[in-house]
């Protein structure tokens, strides 16, 4: 009966030592899921994990970390960002049906950018990733601009972890 207890004591208090049964959340916690989130974007690919920071809360951890999106590919500026789309423009005619035509006309190289860039992210990047690629991508001043492979943005997140019989989760 003693080896029972004592083995399973054993391994948690000496094992943390080299890597087993934690008692603080680490970044190999998280990266498998932050991998599997960006897997729908082939844009970037998820890299160089790092934990920045942690906080014991009592019932959680709050963990700052930092990792970077690497860009994938060459994507040019006019395949993912609005930017550079024209305006909507508004015929003045009288006539409602002849302003209808009119604005169709005056606004179908607007609508076939807009077609474009959705076709682009639809094959590439859907939603709701696809938000924060754009968000990141700000952050980073790289919104607006064409992205070379290789190029990356850096991301840095606070999660708050709590423990469960499985190991550490995000709350």
């Not at 920071?53 to 500026?77: C, F, H, P, W």
């Not at 991508?137 to 840095?156: D, F, H, M, Q, T």
């Amino acid at each position: 009966m003693k080896k029972a207890i004592f083995l399973p004591l054993f391994l948690c208090v000496v094992t943390p030592l080299f890597g087993g049964c934690s008692s603080k959340p680490d970044v190999s916690d998280v990266s498998a899921d932050i991998k599997e989130f960006w897997k729908p974007c082939k844009l970037v690919k998820p890299t160089n994990f790092k934990k920045d920071n942690g906080v014991d809360r009592g019932s959680s951890y709050q963990m700052a970390i930092s990792y970077t999106l690497e860009i994938t590919k060459d994507i040019a500026e006019d395949d993912i960002w609005d930017t550079k789309i024209p305006k909507e423009i508004s015929p003045n005619v009288a006539n409602h049906d002849e302003f209808l035509k009119k604005r169709d006309e005056l606004n179908a190289p607007r609508r076939a950018a807009l077609q474009k860039i959705d076709d682009f992210y639809s094959e590439n990047c859907p939603l709701p990733v696809l938000t924060y690629f754009q968000y990141y991508a700000r952050e980073n001043e790289k919104y607006g601009a064409s992205l070379s492979k290789g190029e990356s943005l850096i991301v840095a997140v606070e999660l708050t972890m709590i423990k469960s019989e499985n190991g550490w989760i995000v709350q």
